[in-house]
């Protein structure tokens, strides 16, 4: 999609930005599109093109990066395929893991909102909230408190 939404110059644009982080990811996005591009675009942005080299070579064949749309036309299209199969994908992990349906407890989504949670009534037992006064001057009011230790 960033091929199809013209996003190279966008990004170009980006790598100005005098932050490692940032540029490092620009040049990734950069590098992952190149095929599409075609090789004129190659041949204009070559100070692009070396900084990807340069800055993000943990490619296993970068032959293979280096010299990857040769043909004269560029097919901006070829990612569809690949992209429906990680759409699938996505769509079976999202079906499996949130789905109601299912009766596997392992899979039912799990609430991490701290407000919600802390804000749920917890029933506790008759003899706890009995004891109450006397469990709280045990376990909180009696025992020394080492800040230190707290703090780390």
């Known amino acids: 999609m960033l091929v199809v939404f013209k996003s190279a110059?966008?990004?170009?644009?980006?790598?100005k930005v005098k932050q490692a982080?940032?540029?490092?990811y620009v040049l990734k996005l950069l590098k992952v599109q190149t095929k599409y591009l075609g090789r004129q675009w190659r041949k204009s942005n070559m100070k692009t093109m070396s900084a990807i080299y340069q800055k993000d070579n943990q490619t296993k064949n970068i032959q293979q990066f280096l010299f990857t749309g040769t043909d004269l036309d560029a097919r901006p299209w070829d990612f569809q395929a690949e992209e429906c199969a990680l759409r699938a994908?996505?769509?079976?992990?999202?079906?499996?893991?949130?789905?109601k349906s299912h009766?596997?407890?392992?899979?039912?989504p799990v609430d991490n909102c701290l407000q919600s949670v802390l804000g749920q009534r917890v029933d506790l037992p008759e003899d706890f909230q009995m004891n109450y006064d006397l469990w709280?001057?045990?376990?909180?009011f009696s025992k020394p408190i080492s800040?230190?230790?707290?703090l780390q």
């Open 21 to 24: 982080m940032m540029q490092l």
């Open 136 to 140: 709280l001057e045990r376990e909180v």
């Open 147 to 150: 800040w230190e230790e707290l």
């Open 89 to 99: 994908s996505i769509e079976r992990f999202n079906s499996r893991r949130y789905d």
């Open 9 to 15: 110059p966008i990004l170009k644009r980006a790598l």
């Open 103 to 108: 009766s596997n407890p392992d899979f039912l």
